[in-house]
């Protein structure tokens, strides 16, 4: 069935004299409220001091006089030492450049978050790049958020099993996450010194977990609630929860009065943190909407408990069996979420920290909190390559361009149309739309009708395998004539008709619809001058006629050479029988002996060519109906490409290529180019 076919910033300038102090202290109102998050919370400035020039570059300064006048003229660099530059610019850095190229192109379609986020991790050292992951606890409609999960299972992946409870442990666990999230910036033991005590105001709290686990890993965590936007596609679910609005009700540097407001935050992966059968259900839901690897949902099932009220509330086909681990869903059988209970591990956490091993081993098993230490593992590792959540945060960066692209040529080329014409031609394509659909349910009824009557016909069973000895020759004859008289004769004319009916429906159009066959649709094993040939008719589709001449003239010889084939192999070894029959006549067996000799031979080869060509017969009856289905799935589709080409070229208008989007398709390929380069 054909798919149904739908209709579908530079500011610049210069301020100068006594405004400029003005607009100066504007913009740094305006860079101060709209920081990121991280980046207001990172412990080195983002802007870089100018150091001051030792005593010796001083004197050359101001002494310098005419010689400092006369080389400032070759400061400035020209075209060609810039191109030079950028010949022999590092990847990183270039990958960088054209990043920023593409904000300026299409702003609106690269969001300035993640893009600051990517050139972050550009700037910094190979494998080294820092990973920001957010851990969301979904925000009920009552209000009633159970925060404590979220904080209990990020205290048990971070903790060191074998030493005393840490201060960090404590801040996170005495922290209010339903008024304002919570940072966490994860270092091995030993790291920071000096530089960790200096206190950098930040735009919400912070506190530097030290894990022997995951400190070597360069992990930023984001702790903090999520209220979930009514989002339809997978593509608008992942963008939304890459960049989390984090939900605060406390001031802010951009908002100074207490209320409830959202923080746009990008981060490369993100753990939704789900609690009892609803979470269970929730992440589901989640991963069949969105199977990314950089999102995962870890539903915390307390052991053993599965309250009343969320059993009545859950769906019937979800049965709560007390014999599993967790009430409700092993946590060993594939499911596409992890499975934990946070509040157990903590209490074995402190049971051994308390002297009782015994109760360690059981309940951190019960927990299963690993999985959670290994996935961030996984995916954070420090190596020699650029770590993968930044190779996903930058390619869906150049998706989203390129789609963001071919979206905004697309409203370009509708936007000469009228409201009327845009009507007049949706209602045509819906018409046509139609039509093609009721050819294709009359082609594969004729398919089967026909068909069915060729191969109950007397030109079909005049090649059963016995009358292969005098009737070999007739089976390229008789094949022919079915292929010919049976195979969508009638779908083959009426879709003449239905390529007339498109190009009348659209006569302004210009050039005339044509219907190319696409490279993938050509038959490999067609000969090479029949498809040559066909590929001149572009009027109409020709896969029928392709199909059928491919049925005779490569499978139809085949069969004929295995006809003859059998018969020969069959009338040798009955041969042979007998001459083994007749020798052994003469050495002095008796006649019984020696003609059951020569029936055993006939029999094995008389059983043997039936069954052969009787597999090759219905082989044959079952390329013949599949080919028959491509062939009108083919047609289908092309047809309704056809029609759909008029969407793209539009009524009246001729094609023009935005000198804009060129540009952008260029830093596209480039930049697809650099980062292939970079992940080798």
């Given at each position: 069935?054909?798919?149904?076919?739908?209709l579908?910033?530079?500011l610049?300038?210069?301020?100068?004299?006594?405004?400029?102090?003005?607009?100066?202290?504007?913009?740094?109102?305006?860079?101060?409220?709209?920081?990121?998050l991280?980046?207001?919370?990172?412990?080195?400035?983002?802007?870089?001091?100018?150091r001051?020039?030792?005593?010796r570059?001083?004197?050359?300064?101001?002494?310098?006089?005419?010689?400092?006048?006369?080389?400032s003229?070759?400061?400035?660099?020209?075209?060609?030492?810039?191109?030079?530059?950028?010949?022999?610019?590092?990847?990183?850095?270039?990958?960088?450049?054209?990043?920023?190229?593409?904000?300026?192109?299409?702003?609106?379609?690269?969001?300035?978050?993640?893009?600051?986020?990517?050139l972050?991790?550009?700037?910094?050292?190979?494998?080294?790049?820092?990973?920001?992951?957010?851990?969301?606890?979904?925000?009920?409609?009552?209000?009633?958020?159970?925060?404590?999960?979220?904080?209990s299972?990020?205290?048990?992946?971070?903790?060191?099993?074998?030493?005393?409870?840490?201060?960090?442990e404590?801040q996170?666990?005495?922290?209010?996450?339903?008024?304002?999230?919570?940072?966490?910036?994860?270092?091995?033991?030993?790291?920071?010194?000096?530089a960790?005590?200096?206190?950098?105001?930040t735009?919400?709290?912070?506190i530097?977990?030290?894990?022997?686990?995951?400190?070597?890993?360069n992990?930023?965590?984001?702790?903090?609630?999520?209220?979930?936007?009514?989002?339809?596609?997978?593509?608008?679910?992942?963008?939304?929860?890459?960049?989390?609005?984090?939900?605060t009700?406390?001031p802010?540097?951009?908002?100074?009065?207490?209320?409830?407001?959202?923080v746009?935050?990008?981060?490369?992966?993100?753990?939704?943190?789900?609690?009892?059968?609803?979470?269970?259900?929730?992440?589901?839901?989640?991963?069949?909407s969105?199977?990314?690897?950089?999102?995962?949902?870890?539903?915390?099932?307390k052991?053993?408990?599965?309250?009343?009220?969320?059993?009545?509330?859950?769906?019937?086909n979800?049965?709560?069996?007390?014999?599993?681990?967790?009430?409700l869903l092993d946590?060993?059988?594939?499911?596409?979420?992890?499975?934990?209970?946070?509040?157990?591990?903590?209490?074995?956490?402190?049971?051994?920290?308390?002297?009782?091993?015994?109760v360690?081993s059981e309940?951190?098993?019960?927990?299963?909190?690993?999985q959670?230490?290994?996935?961030?593992r996984?995916?954070t590792?420090?190596?020699?390559?650029?770590?993968?959540?930044v190779?996903?945060?930058?390619?869906?960066?150049?998706?989203?361009?390129k789609?963001?692209?071919?979206?905004?040529e697309?409203?370009?080329?509708?936007?000469q149309?009228?409201?009327?014409?845009?009507?007049?031609?949706?209602?045509?394509?819906?018409?046509?739309?139609?039509?093609?659909?009721?050819?294709?349910?009359?082609?594969h009824?004729?398919?089967?009708t026909?068909?069915?009557?060729?191969?109950?016909?007397?030109?079909w069973?005049?090649?059963?395998?016995?009358?292969?000895?005098?009737?070999?020759?007739?089976v390229?004859?008789?094949?022919?004539?079915?292929?010919?008289s049976?195979?969508?004769?009638?779908?083959?004319?009426?879709?003449?008709?239905?390529?007339?009916?498109?190009?009348?429906?659209?006569?302004?159009v210009?050039?005339?619809?044509?219907?190319?066959?696409?490279?993938?649709?050509?038959?490999?094993?067609?000969?090479?001058?029949?498809?040559?040939?066909?590929e001149?008719?572009?009027?109409w589709?020709?896969?029928?006629?392709?199909?059928k001449?491919?049925?005779?003239?490569t499978?139809?010889?085949?069969?004929?050479?295995?006809?003859?084939k059998?018969?020969?192999?069959?009338?040798?070894?009955?041969?042979?029988?007998?001459?083994?029959?007749?020798?052994?006549?003469?050495?002095?067996?008796?006649?019984?002996?020696?003609?059951?000799?020569?029936?055993?031979g006939?029999?094995?080869a008389l059983?043997?060519?039936?069954?052969?060509?009787?597999?090759?017969?219905g082989?044959?009856?079952?390329?013949?109906?599949?080919?028959?289905?491509k062939?009108?799935?083919?047609?289908e589709?092309?047809v309704?490409r056809?029609?759909?080409?008029?969407?793209?070229?539009?009524?009246?208008?001729?094609?023009?290529?935005?000198?804009?989007?060129e540009?952008?398709?260029?830093i596209?390929?480039?930049?697809e180019?650099?980062?292939?380069?970079?992940?080798?």
């Amino acid at each position: 069935m054909a798919p149904t076919l739908a209709l579908k910033r530079a500011l610049g300038g210069a301020q100068g004299g006594r405004s400029q102090g003005l607009l100066s202290k504007r913009s740094n109102v305006i860079d101060r409220a709209s920081i990121c998050l991280f980046c207001a919370c990172s412990t080195r400035p983002l802007t870089t001091l100018r150091r001051p020039l030792s005593s010796r570059r001083e004197n050359n300064r101001l002494l310098g006089g005419a010689r400092g006048f006369q080389t400032s003229e070759t400061s400035i660099p020209s075209t060609q030492h810039l191109q030079e530059q950028r010949a022999i610019e590092p990847p990183r850095a270039k990958l960088a450049r054209l990043l920023r190229e593409l904000q300026i192109q299409i702003p609106e379609y690269v969001k300035s978050e993640r893009l600051h986020l990517a050139l972050r991790n550009l700037s910094e050292p190979p494998g080294q790049e820092s990973i920001r992951v957010a851990i969301l606890n979904p925000a009920r409609d009552s209000g009633n958020e159970n925060t404590e999960a979220s904080k209990s299972l990020l205290r048990a992946a971070l903790a060191d099993e074998l030493g005393q409870q840490a201060t960090w442990e404590t801040q996170l666990e005495h922290h209010n996450l339903a008024e304002e999230p919570l940072i966490v910036r994860v270092k091995a033991f030993g790291e920071g010194g000096a530089a960790s005590d200096t206190k950098v105001p930040t735009t919400f709290p912070e506190i530097t977990a030290y894990s022997p686990a995951l400190g070597r890993n360069n992990l930023e965590l984001l702790l903090a609630k999520f209220r979930p936007q009514a989002t339809k596609t997978a593509e608008e679910l992942e963008a939304e929860l890459l960049v989390p609005g984090v939900q605060t009700t406390k001031p802010t540097v951009a908002i100074s009065t207490p209320q409830a407001t959202l923080v746009p935050s990008a981060v490369h992966m993100t753990l939704l943190v789900g609690n009892g059968l609803r979470g269970a259900l929730n992440a589901l839901e989640l991963a069949k909407s969105n199977p990314s690897s950089v999102i995962k949902t870890a539903v915390n099932l307390k052991s053993g408990l599965a309250t009343k009220e969320d059993l009545e509330t859950q769906p019937q086909n979800y049965s709560y069996s007390s014999s599993q681990p967790h009430g409700l869903l092993d946590p060993n059988s594939g499911l596409p979420f992890f499975t934990v209970d946070s509040f157990a591990a903590i209490e074995g956490l402190d049971a051994l920290r308390a002297g009782r091993a015994e109760v360690f081993s059981e309940l951190w098993t019960e927990g299963n909190v690993k999985q959670i230490r290994d996935w961030l593992r996984a995916n954070t590792e420090s190596g020699d390559k650029i770590k993968p959540p930044v190779q996903h945060l930058i390619r869906s960066l150049l998706s989203r361009a390129k789609e963001g692209l071919q979206q905004q040529e697309k409203q370009q080329r509708f936007s000469q149309h009228t409201q009327a014409s845009l009507v007049e031609i949706e209602a045509t394509i819906k018409r046509l739309d139609q039509e093609i659909v009721t050819w294709a349910q009359s082609a594969h009824e004729e398919l089967q009708t026909k068909l069915d009557l060729a191969f109950s016909n007397r030109l079909w069973k005049c090649l059963s395998w016995w009358k292969l000895f005098w009737g070999a020759d007739d089976v390229t004859l008789n094949t022919s004539e079915l292929v010919t008289s049976y195979f969508l004769p009638r779908a083959e004319q009426e879709v003449i008709y239905l390529a007339g009916k498109v190009a009348a429906s659209f006569p302004s159009v210009t050039p005339t619809i044509t219907f190319p066959v696409d490279p993938e649709e050509k038959l490999a094993s067609s000969p090479e001058s029949t498809t040559t040939e066909l590929e001149h008719h572009g009027k109409w589709p020709i896969q029928i006629t392709s199909t059928k001449q491919y049925l005779l003239e490569t499978t139809v010889p085949a069969l004929q050479a295995l006809a003859q084939k059998l018969v020969v192999q069959s009338a040798s070894l009955a041969g042979l029988s007998s001459v083994l029959a007749g020798l052994t006549y003469l050495s002095g067996f008796g006649a019984y002996e020696c003609g059951a000799i020569a029936a055993l031979g006939l029999v094995v080869a008389l059983r043997r060519m039936q069954k052969r060509w009787d597999d090759a017969r219905g082989y044959w009856e079952e390329e013949v109906r599949e080919e028959g289905r491509k062939a009108v799935k083919r047609v289908e589709g092309q047809v309704a490409r056809g029609v759909g080409d008029v969407l793209y070229r539009g009524v009246k208008v001729e094609e023009r290529k935005s000198g804009k989007g060129e540009t952008v398709r260029e830093i596209l390929e480039e930049a697809e180019e650099v980062l292939n380069k970079i992940v080798r």
